[in-house]
């Protein structure tokens, strides 16, 4: 079963710069895209940015476009989530997941990690 593991959260201030990386198992047809989901106590999951594997295509949310970056490295089985300019408003719980097919819905997405903390302070 393919596995992904997040990691690089923590409690920074506004302004402040954060790179999540995510690790999966395995890449396959199933592992098509990437993506990154957040979600802060009391409200619904929100997609944050997504990329393809093969094209490198990338996709963002509105809130976060000029300030988040996703890549990947295909060699480390690794996806990146590079945030500046945090602010409080992202603060929540990232979520790394993966499914074959592009989307913006967490709905369409088959494997999820365990999630890493974001606290980012005023």
């Known amino acids: 079963q393919v596995q992904l593991v997040e990691s690089g959260g923590g409690l920074v201030q506004a302004g402040a710069s954060l790179r999540l990386s995510c690790v999966v198992s395995?890449?396959?047809?199933?592992?098509?895209?990437m993506a990154w989901f957040r979600q802060a106590p009391g409200k619904e999951r929100e997609f944050v940015a997504a990329i393809t594997w093969s094209t490198s295509r990338t996709w963002y949310v509105d809130s976060v476009k000029g300030r988040f970056t996703i890549s990947r490295d295909n060699a480390k089985n690794t996806v990146y989530l590079q945030m500046n300019s945090l602010n409080p408003e992202d603060t929540a719980v990232y979520y790394c997941a993966s499914g074959k097919t592009d989307s913006s819905s967490y709905r369409l997405y088959n494997y999820w990690g365990q999630g890493t903390q974001v606290t980012v302070s005023s």
């Open positions: 395995e890449r396959t047809f199933g592992t098509y895209v």
